[in-house]
């Protein structure tokens, strides 16, 4: 079994900053790609950026220049360091992984959820 456990959500002033984390644990053989998604209110979850496990990389193009993602692949761990926040990027923010529970079979994860508001 493979836990996904986020943290560093909470209320932030427009044009602040936050750093949410997503830590995986348990047993597996490795993670592919890792990436964070968000869900506002009456909107359905979108992807926000995405890392690959050689650390390629994409954005939303609504975050591209403000948000961060990166990965520690000996803690298998992603992070998300997002600056310049705007009232919309208010949302519940999940961090997603394909990992590679045994050798060639690849299960998506998904962590707990960790609310992001930002006050205008």
């Known amino acids: 079994q493979v836990q996904m456990v986020e943290s560093g959500g909470g209320l932030v002033q427009a044009g602040g900053s936050l750093r949410l984390s997503c830590a995986a644990s348990?047993?597996?053989?490795?993670?592919?790609?890792m990436g964070w998604y968000r869900q506002a209110p009456g909107k359905q979850r979108e992807l926000v950026t995405v890392i690959t496990s050689g650390g390629s990389i994409n954005y939303a193009d609504s975050v591209k220049g403000r948000f961060t993602v990166s990965r520690d692949n000996a803690k298998n761990t992603l992070y998300l360091e997002m600056n310049s926040l705007k009232p919309e990027d208010t949302a519940v923010y999940y961090c997603?992984?394909?990992?590679?529970?045994?050798?060639?079979?690849?299960?998506?994860?998904w962590g707990q959820g960790t609310q992001v508001t930002v006050s205008s």
């Open positions: 348990g047993n597996f053989f490795s993670i592919n790609d």
């Open positions: 997603n992984a394909a990992v590679m529970v045994i050798q060639k079979i690849v299960v998506t994860y």
